[in-house]
């Protein structure tokens, strides 16, 4: 069975984009085409939608999924028009907050939503350019500046979970590769000792590193499975040693690495 | 007026979070105090949450305002039981889905949800790398692999736009900055020529340029007002002669440019 999914919006579309991909997630046994329409903000965009809604109905024999975040009420009555399923959701739970807060919301009053928000943007591009100064142990004279430190092996996932990390919650993460002569040494180095208690460890299946790593270099040493599996092993035997919480990246999403990360470790999210 | 805002969730709260925030934006007359808790995934866990929303329904002297995605029923049970206003995200829209799709969700059978799919990690993965390896004009021979390549002054916003489209779409956005060689030149350099329909300009206001240039390298001439207002009207005047799709960056957010963008281009997310 297939069904076409919209996410339909005046701004950018993430908040019915994200709702909706969770939801439909919970559908397992049907295919969806997911369309996500952002900055439908005029009576024109609006009509154009509702022939597009309306040809995927025809296409698919079943009537679109519409998760829409629209807050003008002109362009949400063309909508309505199409033929689909909506699920509104401005509209769904704006009623019952405005109850319970005992205020009208911007919603109400017909104005247009905004996510920029100036503080949080500096505070994250600030925490964009921390973790990309202090990616892959570049510099480590700044790591007092530093909510967290990921170590681990090369491609491990460090840099993508420090990116992540800084675009959606403004923490400043740095990373640290653990190499071979750290490891012959069977100890932390010692621009680490000293920040222990900012530490992270993320480890990784040898298999899935050897994949990764031979993407970069193909058949070389250092993406030979025997080199992955000793290095793994290694680092994993470190981080028992001395200590440092770690996680195995292999099954999740940088999503969810980071949500636990930040559980684990007790840090609070920067962005407001 | 304040109040305690939680966004509540069995596994990263990202959903939660995102449609807490937007729906709370919608009332800029009210203080939120924000706090996710993400993997409440067992009864003790529902418990110590129980008691810290009383607390916050305590401290502001009105309950708490809960928006949750918890799949698992008896830990929503408990959770039911605490002083707080719940939107509970999942049950107000599963069953209508179900209807409409005539299919069981996993929700309804209390399985959990995991956002984490292996396809699109690799994809994301890639996607960082490329906009990692291809910042700030560092190689131009990928360039026909890259889907966007956008072009603006140092320090104009590149760099985190380039990064968010990768992580948030699995874009291969590369970027290349547009120095005082290529103004006095007043054409594009040869590596863009080529890739004409991949370029998207990005400009900036010159006070807020300066601000962040200051940031990095103070008093210098590279962060003067002079100099940024030089480079920024040169650059939009190559834009204009060139036709290249530009958008000033000072009033949004890097969700708002991005999605705009992606609008304007036509391009497509590779993330599923």
């Given at each position: 069975m297939k069904r076409t999914a919209f996410f339909i919006s005046d701004g950018t579309g993430i908040t019915a984009e994200t709702l909706g991909q969770s939801l439909l997630a919970q559908f397992e046994n049907i295919q969806f085409t997911k369309l996500t329409r952002p900055y439908i903000d005029s009576i024109d965009k609006a009509r154009a939608m509702v022939q597009q809604i309306d040809a995927a109905a025809e296409r698919d024999g079943a009537r679109p999924i519409i998760f829409d975040t629209i807050v003008n009420r002109d362009i949400r009555a063309i909508l309505d028009t199409a033929n689909g399923f909506m699920i509104d959701i401005f509209s769904t739970f704006l009623s019952p907050l405005e109850q319970e807060l005992s205020s009208h919301s911007s919603y109400s009053v017909g104005k247009s939503h905004s996510i920029g928000q100036h503080s949080n943007y500096m505070e994250r591009i600030e925490a964009v350019n921390f973790a990309l100064d202090n990616d892959d142990g570049a510099r480590t004279h700044y790591y007092d500046k530093a909510d967290l430190i990921l170590v681990g092996?090369?491609?491990?996932g460090k840099t993508p979970t420090c990116l992540y990390m800084a675009m959606q919650y403004g923490i400043r993460a740095a990373n640290y590769p653990l190499t071979e002569d750290d490891m012959e040494r069977l100890q932390l180095p010692d621009s680490l000792k000293k920040h222990r208690d900012k530490l992270f460890g993320l480890t990784i299946d040898p298999d899935r590193l050897t994949a990764i790593r031979h993407e970069r270099k193909p058949n070389s040493r250092y993406a030979s499975f025997a080199q992955c599996e000793f290095e793994v092993r290694e680092v994993e035997n470190l981080f028992r040693r001395e200590n440092i919480a770690f996680i195995n990246s292999t099954h999740f999403s940088v999503e969810e690495i980071s949500a636990k990360i930040l559980v684990e470790k007790g840090v609070e999210r920067r962005l407001k």
């Open positions: 092996v090369s491609r491990c």
